[in-house]
């Protein structure tokens, strides 16, 4: 087994990336906030945390499937990028 291989059955990921998949895409980079604007846990936030090297991420946006990429990292802890305008929501955290 090589060192780092994803240590079970490859998965596939559903991405909704509406309003920053171009900064996300063009950056080879996923990023969500931890939480809900509330302070609540989120289920497709959480699944961050499970994706793992090796993983299918299918990106969708403007209806449809538009990219298919494959996971190179696990998900580590990160500020939120600079998505310019699509980033100016103010009910995401600034940590993701």
Do not use: C, L
Request: net charge negative; proline share 5%.
């Amino acid at each position: 087994m090589k060192e780092n291989s994803h240590s079970g059955p490859r998965r596939s990921w559903w991405v909704n990336q509406n309003q920053t998949h171009h900064e996300e895409i063009t950056g080879g980079f996923m990023w969500s906030p931890k939480r809900n604007a509330n302070g609540t846990q989120n289920h497709f936030y959480d699944n961050m945390r499970v994706v793992e090297r090796g993983d299918t991420a299918f990106s969708f946006f403007d209806t449809r499937i538009q990219f298919v990429g494959v996971v190179t990292a696990r998900a580590e802890t990160a500020p939120k990028p600079d998505f310019g305008p699509a980033g100016q929501d103010n009910n995401w955290s600034q940590e993701g």
